[in-house]
């Protein structure tokens, strides 16, 4: 068994969605994600087992690699391809244990910014990391991240910004979600938004990459 | 020289001689990765070959000092070291260009039915077209100096260095209303997204300086030190 775990996280590592998938040409016509995430399940392993033990270390590992910069945008959307692969065939059984995730993530792209590759990647990432994500889009105002997290009162909120301008809305919405609930978590990210800034508007984190904001959920709400 | 209208251009995706390599190149898809070389091609060929891609400029007399630049009753505070690239100005190129909301239309498209890595590839693309489209205005911009015998400055834009990304509000105050179809909102930010604006420097003694890395604050930027840009 753990073989096949070891198997399935270096497909989900290396982007290996399916046998007949070409990517990565070392690994052509071997099984991938999708046949060993089935072949796990036929045996009676239990999905939230798949994921911790399999889908999780792989993509944690495309993370570092990628914040060290040994693997880039493109590699780490061939994980996602081959987590997605996996995670298809997981979801139903998810749909009947919903606790079996590690919390519930709110990502959204802040009012007045339309970018949303950084968020995307970010949003992939904790998702490939054992987190429900929910993701608002871009051009997201405050009200609509407070109304996600009544919904879901446990949910950490991550904001993303491109522009020094929206940075300006990013402390706007971060103080309003405070002043709704001073509990909520929020982190934030962005080319131009650092350290510095997120302690100034009273955010919970700020991380330069994905995988930072990843290692945050894991050190505060798993 | 004279004060000159607004000039406004439109450019075709296929005279901006983008290669399938360049995009390739810079999202660092090397020979292990699937073939999208062909997916590319179509888009570049068919799909995309309607981007309605255009630009435009005015030039206008400037003053300059240490760290700002005046154009008419509005100062542009572009900080130290992009003042010192515009050294020598008498006049200012303000510009604009954009690939149009084709790229953005198609990209959510790509997204929407999953196809991730295509839809990254089309937003290089696009980055690529309004900057390669630029170097064409910015070269219609030197075509028209060098006749007059002046020369121009390297393209600046508000939000490098320490030039405040709020100035686009009174640069594009300098440009017709939805110039080019762009609209910028409260924060700036221009749509169609891949666009960008700026400033030309314009005179008989400036100096054309080529783009550095090394003098760019943003060292997580995606071109840094990439072999096809600067
Ligand atoms: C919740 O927790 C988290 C945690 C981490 C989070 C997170 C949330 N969100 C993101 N992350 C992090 O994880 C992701 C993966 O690592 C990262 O996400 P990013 O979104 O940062 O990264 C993406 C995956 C890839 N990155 C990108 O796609 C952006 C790359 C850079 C080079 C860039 C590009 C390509 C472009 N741009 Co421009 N552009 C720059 C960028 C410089 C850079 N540092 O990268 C930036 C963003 N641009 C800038 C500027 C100023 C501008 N741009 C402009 C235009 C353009 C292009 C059209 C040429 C092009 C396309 C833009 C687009 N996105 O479609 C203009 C604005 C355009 C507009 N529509 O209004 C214009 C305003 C310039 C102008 N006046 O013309 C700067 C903004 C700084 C500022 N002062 O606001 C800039 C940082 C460059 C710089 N050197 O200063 C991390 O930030």
Request: with cysteine; hydrophobic share 35%.
């Amino acid at each position: 068994m753990e073989k096949l775990f070891e198997q399935l996280a270096y497909c989900i590592e290396f982007g290996k969605i399916n046998k007949q998938s070409p990517y990565p040409p070392n690994m052509k016509d071997q099984e991938g994600a999708g046949e060993l995430t089935g072949q796990l399940l036929d045996q009676g392993v239990s999905a939230d087992d798949i994921l911790q033990k399999a889908l999780i270390v792989g993509m944690e590992r495309v993370g570092v690699k990628f914040r060290e910069n040994k693997v880039f945008v493109p590699q780490v959307l061939m994980s996602a391809k081959a987590m997605d692969a996996a995670m298809i065939q997981l979801k139903p059984h998810f749909a009947n244990n919903p606790g079996s995730q590690k919390g519930t993530f709110i990502i959204g792209t802040v009012e007045g910014d339309l970018h949303d590759i950084g968020k995307n990647l970010v949003s992939m990432m904790v998702e490939g990391n054992g987190y429900e994500v929910i993701d608002l889009g871009t051009n997201v105002k405050a009200e609509v991240f407070i109304e996600a997290a009544e919904k879901n009162p446990k949910a950490v909120i991550g904001l993303s910004a491109l522009l020094t301008t929206t940075m300006n809305n990013m402390e706007k919405i971060t103080i309003a979600i405070k002043k709704h609930n001073k509990n909520t978590t929020v982190c934030v990210g962005g080319a131009p938004v650092n350290q510095e800034f997120c302690e100034r508007i009273g955010a919970d984190n700020y991380s330069p990459d994905p995988q930072g904001t990843v290692e945050f959920l894991n050190r505060t709400v798993a | 020289m004279d004060n000159l209208k607004t000039k406004h251009f439109t450019f075709q995706l296929k005279d901006l001689e983008i290669s399938v390599e360049l995009i390739e190149e810079l999202a660092r898809i090397d020979d292990s990765m699937p073939e999208y070389s062909r997916f590319l091609k179509e888009e570049i060929d068919s799909t995309l070959s309607l981007s309605q891609i255009e630009g435009g400029y005015t030039i206008l007399p400037a003053q300059l000092d240490q760290n700002t630049i005046h154009i008419g009753d509005h100062c542009f505070n572009v900080g130290k070291s992009i003042a010192n690239k515009f050294t020598n100005s008498t006049h200012i190129a303000i510009f604009t260009c954009t690939t149009g909301p084709l790229i953005s239309d198609r990209l959510k498209e790509l997204n929407s039915q999953g196809l991730i890595l295509e839809a990254y590839l089309i937003d290089l693309l696009g980055s690529v077209m309004v900057e390669k489209a630029m170097d064409k205005l910015q070269a219609i911009i030197e075509a028209e100096c060098t006749s007059k015998g002046v020369n121009i400055t390297n393209r600046y834009s508000p939000g490098y260095m320490n030039w405040d990304v709020k100035e686009q509000k009174d640069l594009f105050a300098f440009l017709p209303e939805n110039f080019c179809g762009i609209k910028l909102n409260e924060s700036c930010l221009m749509t169609p997204v891949k666009s960008v604006s700026g400033f030309i420097g314009i005179g008989e003694k400036v100096r054309f300086i080529k783009h550095a890395c090394q003098s760019c604050n943003s060292t997580n930027c995606l071109y840094r030190n990439s072999k096809n840009h600067c």
